[in-house]
């Protein structure tokens, strides 16, 4: 009587087969889990430009009565009143923003001794400040709206977004902001 050979192997090849499919099936989480965080990076960094936004909108409201165009369209560093800050993305990444000078305090309660100029001043510069600690790479343009209300401005806020590679549309000239920079822009009427 013959004895016939079992056939070998087989369990072995279905096993890496299971193997096979299920490395495949964790590279696949693992990849959704990558975006997963990366989307929810993009959202978080767009969530506080908005806030960032909105924060100079409430303080110029707060300042309404200084925020008219024609008190406002000079530069910063002069001594009229001003919301315009119009500097260039790579121009203001890393700036040291200037204080308030001595004479002016400003509190919750108030802006002792302080002028119009002074009060827009600290603003800006707290709020660009702000936007450098919220965002990556965050910087800041306010304009005056040409041709709008005397008291409408763009108060456009910008960061470095992770992943993108080409120029973004939405930021304004003035930015002259580089690939990879993300614009968020929200107009005001005070």
Same mark, same amino acid.
């Given at each position: 009587?013959?004895?016939? $050979?079992?056939?070998? &192997?087989?369990?072995?090849?279905?096993?890496? @087969?299971?193997i096979v499919v299920m490395s495949i099936g964790l590279l696949g989480l693992a990849s959704l889990q990558m975006n997963a965080l990366k989307y929810q990076k993009t959202a978080s960094q767009r969530s506080e430009a908005v806030q960032a $936004?909105?924060?100079? &909108?409430?303080?110029?409201?707060?300042?309404? @009565?200084?925020?008219?165009?024609?008190?406002?369209?000079?530069?910063r560093s002069t001594n009229e009143a001003n919301y315009t800050y119009t500097t260039a993305y790579n121009t203001t990444i890393g700036t040291s923003h200037t204080s308030l000078p001595n004479n002016c305090a400003i509190t919750?309660?108030?802006?002792?001794?302080?002028?119009?100029?002074?009060?827009?001043?600290?603003?800006?510069t707290q709020w660009l400040r702000s936007v450098e600690v919220r965002l990556v790479g965050g910087a800041g343009i306010i304009k005056p709206v040409t041709g709008a209300s005397n008291s409408t401005f763009d108060v456009t806020v910008m960061w470095k977004e992770q992943g993108l590679t080409t120029t973004d549309s939405t930021c304004p000239s003035e930015a002259s902001a580089p690939a990879g920079v993300r614009c968020f822009t929200i107009r005001y009427t005070i």
């Open positions: 009587m013959q004895i016939r $050979a079992k056939q070998g &192997g087989a369990t072995l090849i279905e096993v890496m @087969v299971s $936004a909105y924060d100079l &909108g409430e303080r110029m409201r707060a300042n309404w @009565v200084f925020t008219t165009q024609d008190k406002y369209t000079t530069e919750m309660a108030t802006a002792t001794g302080c002028t119009a100029a002074q009060i827009a001043q600290n603003d800006i």
